[in-house]
């Protein structure tokens, strides 16, 4: 009897004891990003602590994608070699255009680099969206932005009518091609670019005597906030437009998707609501 007693304590000693602790999840990957764009979609998806730097483009006013006030709370980087690895980033996010020594010295060094392209589509964009919030541990953050952008493109539906046509004039005289998401937006929200009508591609020159030879229904003028740029888009010949709208466009709203897709819409639809 003793004996079997002391086999039921034995037992019941092993049934207490703690089973093996499980290993603990791994920490979200740091992120370094080198571009704009996808600085502005990490600042939505990402855990601050885990974005240790982003470009130095968007504490720029003249080339932000992102509320600048939210841009200064990260550290900011040139996107060179040595401020990456002095970071020392599990992941290096950039666009498509990544100097090919950058991407060597990164490679040689350990260093993921992650390149994404310009989004020319919004379902590229949200594919975007998608995949930067899986990388960065947090795609539950990114549906949340998803949806905001979906809601966006319901509520900017174009109306029935024809759609108006429409010049995006950047300054200097630069004009937004096909092909490009600015035009996508213009499409949704009931506009037709023009551009591609008088053979001209993303980023060709339209100067002013062509614009007031045959203007469009709408110029959308994304002018800087200072500089001899603006001079052009603000000419006093183009007030003597009849039938002409003439309508300010922040730049930063044609650069990149994700966030800034939602305000672009926005700003594309009180436009076209203005129109007769």
Not at 39 to 50: G, H, K, R, S
């Amino acid at each position: 009897m003793v004996r079997r007693w002391g086999s039921l304590v034995a037992l019941a000693l092993a049934g207490c004891t703690a089973a093996p602790a499980r290993e603990a999840a791994p920490p979200f990957p740091t992120i370094v990003s080198l571009n704009p764009c996808t600085d502005a979609i990490l600042a939505e998806v990402a855990d601050p602590a885990q974005l240790l730097a982003i470009s130095h483009y968007s504490q720029d006013p003249a080339g932000s994608s992102m509320d600048l006030a939210k841009a200064g709370r990260f550290p900011a980087t040139g996107g060179s070699v040595e401020e990456v690895l002095a970071l020392r980033p599990d992941l290096v996010i950039d666009g498509n255009f990544t100097p090919p020594a950058t991407r060597a010295a990164l490679a040689q060094l350990g260093l993921k680099l992650e390149q994404v392209p310009i989004a020319a589509t919004v379902p590229d964009s949200v594919a975007q969206v998608r995949h930067i919030a899986a990388l960065a541990g947090h795609p539950e953050r990114g549906e949340v932005l998803v949806r905001k952008i979906e809601a966006a493109l319901t509520a900017s539906k174009a109306p029935a009518n024809a759609p108006v046509p429409a010049i995006v004039w950047q300054g200097g005289g630069i004009v937004a091609g096909e092909g490009t998401l600015i035009t996508a937006l213009l499409a949704h929200t009931g506009f037709t670019n023009v551009a591609a009508a008088r053979g001209l591609a993303q980023a060709s020159h339209l100067p002013l005597e062509d614009m007031l030879a045959k203007p469009p229904r709408v110029i959308l003028a994304a002018g800087n906030s200072h500089g001899d740029e603006d001079r052009l888009l603000s000419h006093p010949a183009l007030a003597g437009l009849k039938g002409t709208t003439r309508a300010p466009l922040e730049p930063s709203l044609l650069w990149c998707g994700g966030p800034t897709i939602p305000k672009t819409l926005a700003r594309l639809a009180e436009v076209r609501r203005q129109i007769r």
